[in-house]
């Protein structure tokens, strides 16, 4: 019997970042991809009270993002729940209030990044760990090697941040070069950019993996790094946010079938 002929390669189905014709398309677009990572986020036990956040760049408004609203639950947020506040963190949009620790580090981290279309921040539980440790993450795994030198340290610890000094300090740890992609905030948690909010939301996801790989290889033994020149390497090929998106795929099409009322 003969073989099937292969399809053509132009005819496979592929996803790839959308391209938008105008502003309210994209608006649209950045709003239901951040009520989704909420969501996610929320499935994933990375809420913790009224802490944790993510920021989505207006596409018109550059210096106004759109973010969770104060206290509610992940879980139930909806696109129509999301609030527009400008880099005071005054509410120029929308019904609730905003968290003001979330703008006094969000809104500088945008400013000093503008390629930071997204910002997300929360406490999880390994993250938190691997950040009393005061420590990075390690090239140990291939996961682990998409942030080997993309993701610094602040090594301060000085409470709830309310003023902008602080979050002006957190950003500059964060530094101006396109490649460094997460912080790892001491005694605090972990915080994440990226070009879209579905890159910013993986590169945390797995971020806050790869803290948990670290700390139980440590836990069990003394774990082998990889060497430099491949650690580098596994970041090239997995390390931008081209692949973030792709990998978050999955996560966006599983939440969006099955909790299709996020788009409200």
């Known amino acids: 019997m003969q073989a099937p002929t292969p399809i053509p390669v132009e005819r496979l189905q592929f996803a790839m970042p959308p391209v938008h014709e105008t502003p309210e398309d994209e608006r649209r677009h ?4 951040l009520a989704g990572a909420l969501r996610i986020f929320g499935r994933l036990g990375y809420e913790d009270g009224v802490s944790g956040h993510i920021t989505a760049r207006d596409p018109e408004y550059d210096d106004c993002f759109w973010v969770n609203p104060f206290g509610m639950p992940f879980r139930h947020i909806t696109v129509g729940d999301l609030v527009l506040a400008n880099g005071d963190g005054q509410v120029v949009e929308g019904r609730h209030h ?3 620790a979330a703008f006094t580090v969000h809104a500088q981290v945008h400013r000093a990044r503008p390629d930071a279309v997204a910002v997300a921040h929360c406490h999880s539980t390994y993250g938190r760990a691997l950040a009393a440790l005061g420590e990075l993450l ?7 090697c998409a942030f080997y030198q993309s993701h610094a340290l602040y090594d301060a610890y000085t409470g709830v941040t309310v003023d902008t000094d602080e979050g002006r300090r957190v950003a500059a740890a964060l530094g101006d070069h396109d490649d460094h992609k997460a912080l790892v905030l001491r005694n605090h948690g972990l915080l994440t950019i990226g070009g879209s909010v579905d890159a910013a939301a993986w590169w945390f996801i797995s971020m806050e993996r790869s803290c948990r790989v670290q700390l139980a290889a440590r836990a069990a ?15 090239e090929q997995l390390g931008s946010d081209l ?22």
């Open 221 to 235: 033994g003394r774990p082998v790094l990889i060497g430099h020149k491949e650690a580098v390497e596994t970041r």
């Open 30 to 33: 950045r709003k239901e991809r």
């Open 98 to 100: 905003v968290n003001q």
């Open 243 to 264: 692949v973030a998106w792709i990998n978050y795929q999955s996560l966006w099409q599983d939440i969006s079938r099955s909790e299709p009322d996020l788009l409200t």
């Open 138 to 144: 390690e090239p140990i795994t291939q996961e682990s």
